[in-house]
């Protein structure tokens, strides 16, 4: 599995409300990414790291903040939770050969 | 057009087929090519990895890419019913500069019948 985890693994929440996903990696790597999959479109990026402090937005960016203050972390925040956001979210990342892997997956439902 | 297409199935087949997995696609600068395997409420898991043209083989599976046709493959040998799940390719170019981002297939979703 990569050594990542994601919390919380489940979240239901109201339209408006703040939201913030966690994914932790316990081996250092340098890039991480924000997935999000919905049916009939498959995984779409949203925004991905390519080091502390250093991020740049994917195809499906907008309503979406994240931040790395930490190697081992990424968060990905829903500043104003939409029913549109209503989605599993994938962290993922990417070894020195390329290979990337994913987390175990957090389902948000937006109310 | 999606720079990626795959059939999403869904493909049934009985236990011990020979199953074909394929995507197409339309970038001629993608040069490493991934099959996911997911699980149902579970994260894609990375099945098979390839770097340009060529064979990989790795137990019962067979990861096939065709540059010149832009077509990707995977075969599955002896199918089991824990073959069962959605199958996901993916691809990127350059890795390096892009920082390894991945466009995905819709996926196929593969029954195999006991």
């Known amino acids: 599995d990569a050594g990542i985890t994601q919390s919380p693994r489940h979240k239901v929440t109201e339209t408006g409300t703040p939201v913030t996903l966690r994914c932790h990696q316990t081996e250092n790597h340098r890039y991480m990414y924000w997935y999000r999959q919905d049916p009939g479109h498959g995984l779409r990026l949203i925004h991905y790291s390519y080091g502390v402090k250093d991020t740049d937005k994917g195809e499906v960016s907008d309503g979406y903040s994240v931040s790395r203050s930490k190697t081992e972390d990424f968060l990905l925040t829903l500043e104003s939770a939409t029913s549109s956001q209503t989605s599993v979210y994938f962290c993922?990342?990417?070894?020195?050969?390329?290979?990337?892997?994913f987390g175990p997956g957090t389902r948000l439902t937006v109310t | 057009q999606k720079e990626v297409e795959q059939d999403p199935g869904p493909l049934s087949v009985p236990e011990g087929a020979i199953v074909s997995l394929n995507c197409t696609y339309s970038n001629s600068a993608f040069q490493y090519f991934m099959w996911y395997r997911q699980y149902s409420r579970k994260g894609p898991e990375l099945l098979m990895y390839?770097?340009?043209?060529g064979n990989k083989e790795d137990g019962r599976f067979t990861a096939q890419v065709d540059k010149s046709s832009k077509y990707i493959s995977l075969f599955i040998r002896d199918s089991q019913p824990s073959d069962s799940a959605t199958y996901l390719c993916?691809?990127?170019?350059?890795?390096?500069?892009?920082?390894?981002?991945?466009?995905f297939g819709a996926g196929t979703i593969l029954r195999v019948k006991s």
């Open positions: 993922a990342i990417t070894t020195a050969t390329y290979e990337q892997y």
């Open positions: 993916a691809m990127s170019a350059f890795p390096r500069e892009y920082g390894n981002k991945l466009v």
């Open positions: 390839t770097y340009s043209s």
